[in-house]
């Protein structure tokens, strides 16, 4: 933490209105402190290196980089460095693959403005903490197993078509123009599918189909 007062925050989300509703809320605490927004992932890991906060509010799907991918990468770059997943998003898939790149919390953008500053000055004094319907999401996923066959088959024919262009090495803007999609669609997509395969990456993912296709 930067000091024993303040906990420096970072917001990557790409939605303005929610990223304003966070920092008035953070500007109206004595101990929080907003340093900066993102509204993609590669922006968050940029400035993640760049201002060194003590917490960064992730969220799941951004333009571009994941907010799954971007914080493997800090993660994988700054260990020292917070991060706190904030989304709508509270299936299996996206909660077990968040705890995979090392986020230390996970909870969700209709808990109470106390809920959330309390996870943030949890998660900066190194605490794990997760809303309490993820809590039971995760305790539930335990008592069960997903094989990754039946992930594979969980995938939409659209998610299908996406993945398989990535095993064949197609980049985002690639698969746009090939399925004529936006660019922003293309990384909900590859978002989506990496959540459900229950992977980090793009390369996850194709390692994930070789190992079904030659189980």
């Given amino acids: 933490m930067s000091t024993a007062e303040t906990i420096r925050v970072l917001i990557a989300d790409d939605h303005p209105l929610f990223r304003q509703g966070v920092q008035t809320m953070l500007e109206m605490t004595e101990d929080l402190h907003c340093v ?6 590669e922006e968050a890991v940029k400035l993640a290196q760049e201002l060194e906060p003590d917490v960064i509010l992730m969220d799941i799907r951004m333009p571009g980089l994941s907010g799954m991918e971007a914080a493997q990468r ?37 808990a109470s403005k106390d809920e959330i500053l309390r996870a943030i000055r949890a998660v900066a004094s190194g605490e794990a903490i997760f809303s309490p319907d993820v809590a039971t999401r995760v305790i539930d996923y335990a008592t069960r197993t997903t094989p990754a066959v039946t992930a594979m088959k969980d995938l939409t024919p659209r998610e299908k078509e996406v993945l398989s262009l990535l095993i064949e090495g197609a980049s985002n803007p690639d698969i746009a123009a090939a399925l004529n999609l936006s660019a922003k669609t293309v990384a909900n997509h590859v978002s989506a599918i990496l959540n459900k395969l229950e992977v980090q990456d793009r390369y996850g993912a194709i390692r994930l ?3 079904v296709r030659d189980s």
């Fill in 36 to 41: 900066g927004e993102a509204t993609t992932g």
């Fill in 74 to 110: 800090i993660r994988a770059a700054y260990p020292e460095i917070r991060i706190l997943m904030l989304t709508m998003f509270k299936d299996d898939a996206s909660v077990l693959t968040a705890m995979k790149t090392g986020a230390r919390g996970y909870i969700l953008k209709d």
């Fill in 209 to 211: 189909f070789k190992d």
